[in-house]
């Protein structure tokens, strides 16, 4: 994924579509901040009423003077509390509720994503996006911007209130402001830099994590656990690094401030009892200008922190655009068509594809590929490891589009159809079966979530995987673990084939379906699939050619380019790749 130039918290902007469903909350928050914002610079003014008036009264009417004061004084309290409450409230739900918005928009969006996404993006960045930059604008909508308009609102009143009340000192603190301002920007624009770096680095070492996660029997085999270890460390040490570096800029920054602010209010502080000395102010307006100054020179240190957490989900809010700005290549037409309900299975028709994958724009994955396949045909895909079998089915499923020519399902080219209607149409058998975190149940009703428990027990009679989910502790309820750890590799395929069943397409798809089935278990399965294919179209991929000796049609491929077509015994006695392939897999 790209790394986007250094910007300014405009980037934050990105969120004002999530942000607009929740006006009316907004303004609410709002509301409530201003009640807050306004109390607070209500204090000052009944201090100077208390100072100046209750202790200026008379011996006997200076005790209820008093007494009058300070209730207003709680007054204003309680009012401030209760503001603040419900803006605390308001703001807390807009975080998180944007946060949730948020994830659910990038992750339904990275899964729309065609594989050449996934190409140039590890699954640990996407996962470092959907929480940690997530938490961050959580942090700042939930809190921080309330935080930060909060004192904005203050720092202003108290600024108006200067001015009304001793203007000469305003004149002078706003001149201050300017000095502690600029600086304070130009550290920002570090943090700002730095918050993305740290982000990033993050980032890879959650990459690190979950891609060695996902392989651990393979990286204990090697025994490499210290290895992978010490990996993972070298990635969260680059991100401490970082982190330091970002946390430095911020910590002088933090530092700027609050000196700034510090020598700000004393010098506020110093002027006005100068002024009382000099008699051109009372005791009770010093104290009003002193929390006026006091008010304004926390805002901005309050602004000055709020500045740099802005900063920091600036970078957050960048990379989460940029998953939301990732655009597939292989989109659904705006006016699909709708193709004729097949009778007896699907019509495929490739003509002349050429076609190469995003990574390796050289070489052609097929090259000039045209194949005609009949309704209820069942064809077998052949050839050498990376001779294009695989690929076709990609482009089948319209997981890429060809450079070239065109393919048709049903009379219909694929790219005028609805992806989901044409993904619709085909049932797939990976390789390597897929098993969901979930129960055998919801594994195989996966193919079809409002299938009956009827319906899936058939689907898995038909793929002779009953017996062993009923064997289970709690059968069709059993939980199968993270990637069906629970489950040999032919138990993980039956609950593939299972699935693929219960879905029942006109088209299958059987990309080495029996590769991990042992011998006994792969001639149930091949029964099986022998009943599944009836009525519908089915290509099957297959290294081991004794599982594809009954196909209509042999399909050999060989560099992308078909080589040979025919059935078994034509291409044996052809002598050419299949009967070489043939030969090598028999005498061994």
Not at 184 to 195: E, P
Not at 238 to 267: D, K
Not at 538 to 559: E, G, N, P, W, Y
Not at 571 to 579: D, E, H, P, R, W
Request: proline share 5%; with cysteine.
């Amino acid at each position: 994924m790209p790394v986007s130039p250094a910007r300014t918290p405009q980037s934050l902007t990105g969120l004002l579509p999530l942000l607009r469903p929740y006006r009316g909350r907004m303004a609410l928050a709002v509301l409530f901040l201003l009640g807050a914002a306004a109390a607070t610079l209500f204090f000052p003014i009944a201090l100077r009423t208390l100072i100046d008036r209750g202790m200026a009264a008379g011996p006997g009417e200076r005790l209820v003077a008093l007494r009058e004061h300070f209730l207003l004084l709680f007054a204003v309290a309680v009012a401030l509390g209760l503001f603040s409450a419900c803006r605390f409230y308001l703001v807390s739900w807009l975080g998180e509720r944007v946060t949730a918005d948020l994830r659910n928009a990038v992750y339904a969006h990275v899964l729309e994503q065609s594989p050449a996404f996934f190409e140039a993006t590890q699954t640990g960045e996407v996962l470092s996006r959907l929480t940690t930059d997530t938490t961050l604008v959580q942090t700042v909508v939930g809190s921080s911007f309330s935080l930060g308009l909060r004192n904005l609102v203050m720092g202003l009143g108290a600024l108006g209130m200067l001015v009304v009340t001793h203007p000469y000192v305003m004149t002078q603190v706003l001149l201050v402001v300017v000095l502690v301002i600029l600086p304070a920007m130009l550290f920002g624009r570090r943090v700002r830099r730095l918050s993305r770096a740290s982000q990033d680095r993050v980032a890879d070492s959650s990459a690190i994590a979950a891609e060695v996660l996902n392989a651990i029997p393979v990286v204990q085999s090697y025994a490499a656990e210290q290895r992978e270890a010490t990996r993972f460390e070298r990635a969260t040490e680059s991100a401490f690094r970082t982190g330091v570096r970002r946390t430095r800029a911020r910590a002088a920054l933090v530092a700027f401030v609050i000196i700034a602010n510090a020598g700000l209010m004393l010098w506020g502080l110093y002027e006005g009892t100068q002024a009382v000395l000099r008699g051109t102010l009372t005791a009770g307006q010093l104290g009003q200008a002193a929390l006026y100054v006091g008010i304004f020179a926390g805002a901005v240190a309050v602004l000055g922190e709020v500045y740099g957490d802005l900063l920091r989900a600036a970078g957050a809010t960048e990379r989460l655009m940029e998953l939301l700005s990732a655009r597939s290549p292989v989109t659904s037409p705006a006016e699909p068509i709708a193709p004729p309900a097949p009778l007896a299975g699907s019509s495929v028709r490739f003509e002349s594809v050429r076609f190469h994958y995003p990574s390796r724009p050289l070489t052609a994955a097929l090259d000039d590929f045209s194949l005609a396949i009949a309704p209820g045909e069942t064809v077998a895909l052949v050839g050498p490891s990376g001779a294009g079998k695989t690929t076709v089915f990609q482009l089948m499923l319209r997981f890429y589009d060809p450079q070239q020519g065109r393919i048709v399902i049903d009379g219909a080219p694929v790219q005028s159809l609805q992806l989901q209607a044409l993904r619709g149409r085909i049932g797939l058998v990976p390789q390597e079966p897929v098993i969901f975190s979930a129960s055998a149940l919801e594994n195989i009703r996966y193919g079809r979530p409002d299938a009956s428990e009827e319906e899936v027990h058939a689907a898995a009679r038909g793929a002779f995987a009953d017996a062993f989910i009923r064997a289970l502790p709690e059968g069709y309820g059993t939980f199968l673990g993270e990637r069906g750890v629970r489950l040999s590799g032919g138990q993980r395929q039956r609950i593939a084939i299972a699935r693929a069943m219960l879905k029942n397409p006109p088209l299958l798809l059987l990309d080495e379906a029996t590769s991990a089935l042992d011998a006994e278990s792969e001639r149930m399965v091949q029964a099986a699939l022998e009943s599944a294919m009836r009525d519908r179209t089915t290509l099957v991929i297959a290294h081991r050619l004794a599982t594809v000796q009954k196909a209509d049609r042999i399909v050999v491929l060989d560099h992308g380019k078909i080589v040979e077509v025919g059935r078994h015994e034509e291409l044996m006695s052809a002598g050419g790749v299949y009967a070489r392939l043939a030969g090598l897999q028999f005498m061994s």
